[in-house]
C-alpha cells in the first residue's frame, strides 16, 4: 500500500485552527468534512475523537481516510482539508466510509 506523502498532510496547528474557523464545513452522519482554499496542493488533516470506538478502530478509519485522499488528491481542489469523523463511523465498512466522503465532497464543492 503507497503512503501518502509527508508534504501532502497538514502538521501546523496553525493551520488546523484556521480550517477549522474559517473554512467551507459539509457535515454527514458519520463524518464532517472541512476546506479552505489556498495555493498549496491539497493537504488532509483527520481528527477523531476518544469516544469513536477503540484505539484499533481509531486507527482503522484514519487509515481508510488516508487512503481515499491519497486516490482522490488529483482531482480535489488546492487547499487544506480536514476530515473529522464521528461516532457512527466506527460501525461504517470500507465501502460505506468511500461513500459517504464522496458523497460530502460532492455537497460541498
Do not use: C
Amino acid at each position: 500500500m503507497a503512503r501518502l506523502p509527508r508534504r501532502a498532510r497538514l502538521h501546523s496547528q496553525h493551520l488546523f485552527q484556521r480550517v477549522l474557523k474559517n473554512g467551507r464545513k459539509q457535515r454527514g452522519s458519520a463524518l464532517e468534512l472541512r476546506w479552505l482554499t489556498g495555493d498549496v496542493a491539497p493537504q488532509l488533516g483527520v481528527i477523531i475523537n476518544r469516544h469513536v470506538g477503540t484505539a484499533v478502530e481509531r486507527n482503522r478509519l484514519k487509515r481508510i481516510v488516508r487512503e481515499w485522499f491519497r486516490h482522490m488528491r488529483e482531482r480535489l481542489p488546492h487547499g487544506a482539508w480536514i476530515i473529522r469523523l464521528l461516532p457512527p463511523a466506527a460501525t461504517r465498512s470500507t465501502t460505506l466510509l468511500h461513500r459517504d466522503l464522496t458523497l460530502q465532497l460532492r455537497r460541498l464543492i
